[in-house]
C-alpha cells in the first residue's frame, strides 16, 4: 500500500514552480540586454556627437585655411604682376643704355643729345631760381610779420607791467583801507563790548536778589519759572515785573548807545526735554520756546523798547546747559537768554 501511495505522489508531481523561475530569468536576461543595449546606444550616440562636433571644428579650421591660402594665392599674383612690371622696366632700361651708346659711339649725333640734356638742364635751373625767388620773398614777407608781432607783444607787455604797478597800488590801498575798517570795527566791538558790560552790570544791581537770574558768559539767564507758569508763553504777575525792570535798563541804555553802532537785543527761549502732550496751545517745545520769546519782546516793545533793536528765536530743547534728565537739569535748561549783540 505503501507502494501504491508513492506512486500516486509521483502522478501528481507540480512542474509550475519550476516554470515560473525559469521565465523570470529569462526576464531578467532580457532585461539586462536591454539595458545593455541602451547603454551602449547612448555610448555610441555621445560618441557620434562628439566627432560631429570634432568634424565642425575641422571643416572651420579647413574653411579658414582655404582662406589663408586665397589670400596668398592673391599675393603671390601680386608679386608676380609687380616682377613682371620690374622686369619690363629693367627691359626698357637696358634697351636705353644700348640706344646711348649707340649714340655715344657715333659722336656727333652724341654731342647734339648733350646739346638737348644741357638745355634742358637750364631750363630746369631757371625754374628752380625761380621756385628759390618766390620762396625768398615768402620767408621775407614772414620776418616782416614776425617782427610786427614782436611790436605787438613788446607793447603789450609794457601795458601789462603798467597794469600791474597800478594794481599793486590798489591792493596796498585795500589792504590799508582794509586794516582801517579793522581797527574801526575793532573799535566799535570794544565800544558795544563797554555798553554790554554797563547794561550786565545794571541788571546786576537791579536783579541781584534773584537766584534764578545769572549771568552765562555774554548772556543774561532767566529760569522760565521766573517769567512763566508751566506749559504756558504769557508772562506771570512776577514776570512782567521783572521784565519791567529789564525794560527801564535798556531804554536807558538805548539812549547812550551811539546811532552808529547797529546793536540789538537778541531774545532766547529754551525748554527742556520733556514732550509736550500736544493737548496744549502749543504742539511742541519749538514753538512753546518761540513763543515764549516772542511774548518776552511784545513786552519789552510795550515798554518803551525800541521794536528794531529787539530780536525773537526759539531754540526748543536743542541747546541745553545741563545734560541729563534730572529735575535740577531740566529745570536749568528751561530758560530765557538776553544777549546784546551786533546786527
Known amino acids: ?29 532580457i532585461m539586462f540586454l536591454l539595458s545593455v543595449f541602451v547603454m551602449a546606444q547612448f555610448l555610441l550616440s555621445r560618441e557620434i556627437s562628439g566627432r560631429d562636433e570634432v568634424l565642425s571644428r575641422l571643416n572651420s579650421q579647413i574653411n579658414e585655411l582655404t582662406q589663408l591660402l586665397a589670400l596668398e594665392e592673391s599675393g603671390k599674383q601680386d608679386l608676380e604682376d609687380a616682377l613682371a612690371n620690374m622686369q619690363a622696366t629693367l627691359a626698357d632700361a637696358e634697351s636705353e643704355r644700348s640706344r646711348l651708346q649707340d649714340l655715344l659711339a657715333r659722336g656727333a649725333g652724341a654731342n647734339d643729345l648733350a646739346d638737348e640734356q644741357i638745355g634742358a638742364l637750364n631750363k630746369s635751373l631757371d625754374e628752380e631760381r625761380q621756385l628759390s625767388q618766390r620762396a625768398l620773398s615768402q620767408v621775407e614777407l614772414l620776418n616782416q610779420q614776425i617782427a610786427a608781432l614782436r611790436r605787438q607783444i613788446g607793447a ?34 570794544q565800544e558795544l563790548n ?3 558790560s554797563d547794561f550786565f552790570g545794571r541788571l546786576r544791581e537791579i536783579l541781584s536778589d534773584r537766584e534764578n537770574i545769572r549771568i552765562v558768559g555774554d548772556r543774561f539767564v532767566f529760569q522760565s519759572e521766573v517769567l512763566f507758569s508751566s506749559g504756558s508763553a504769557d508772562l506771570n504777575p512776577e514776570g512782567e515785573g521783572e521784565m519791567a525792570k529789564l525794560a527801564s535798563a ?30 496744549g496751545r502749543y504742539a511742541d517745545n519749538w514753538e512753546l520756546s518761540s513763543g515764549r520769546a516772542t511774548s518776552v519782546v511784545k513786552f519789552l516793545i510795550d515798554e518803551g523798547v525800541p ?17 541729563g534728565n534730572s529735575v535740577e537739569a531740566r529745570a536749568t535748561n528751561r530758560r530765557i537768554e538776553l544777549k546784546l549783540t551786533e546786527r
Request: no cysteine; charged share 30%.
Open 1 to 29: 500500500m505503501a507502494l501504491a501511495r508513492n506512486r500516486r505522489g509521483d502522478r501528481g508531481v507540480d512542474y509550475w514552480p519550476g516554470f515560473v523561475d525559469a521565465l523570470s530569468t529569462l526576464l531578467l536576461a
Open 194 to 196: 563797554r555798553y554790554r
Open 156 to 189: 603789450l607787455e609794457d601795458a601789462l607791467e603798467v597794469s600791474e604797478s597800478k594794481d599793486r597800488e590798489s591792493q596796498t590801498k585795500i589792504a590799508d583801507l582794509g586794516r582801517r575798517l579793522n581797527v574801526a570795527l575793532a573799535q566799535r566791538v
Open 250 to 279: 535798556i531804554v536807558d541804555l538805548a539812549r547812550e548807545i551811539p546811532d552808529d553802532i547797529n546793536w540789538v537785543l537778541r531774545v532766547d527761549g529754551h525748554t527742556d526735554n520733556v514732550p509736550l502732550s500736544g493737548t
Open 307 to 323: 521794536a528794531n533793536r529787539l530780536v525773537a528765536a526759539g531754540f526748543g530743547e536743542f541747546q541745553p546747559i545741563e545734560e
